[in-house]
């Protein structure tokens, strides 16, 4: 069970990384379920590279929640600028 504390962190920092990276940039192509999956699918990849390349002090689960913050809103900012383009 301890091991679930990570990726439950990641998943939820993500997903607030999507919404709040959607929300300003003011992404209409991306609706809020996608948003939310893109960040929380970021957030994970962001935790999983911050473990690959980072150190012990980097592994804590404030260096994972800001990390997959950071990369679910990257990740869901990518997902919605391909997405609201009109071809």
Known sequence: ?????????????????????????KQEGINLVARTIAGAIGGLG?????NLIGSEAL???VAQGI??????G???AIVGAVLGRKS
């Open 74 to 76: 990257v990740l869901s």
């Open 67 to 72: 990390s997959s913050l950071i990369a679910g």
């Open 46 to 50: 962001g935790g999983f590279i911050l």
């Open 59 to 61: 592994t804590g689960l």
């Open 1 to 25: 069970m301890e091991s679930l504390g990570p990726i439950i962190t990641q998943l939820i920092a993500g997903a607030i990384g999507g919404n709040a990276a959607s929300a300003v940039l």
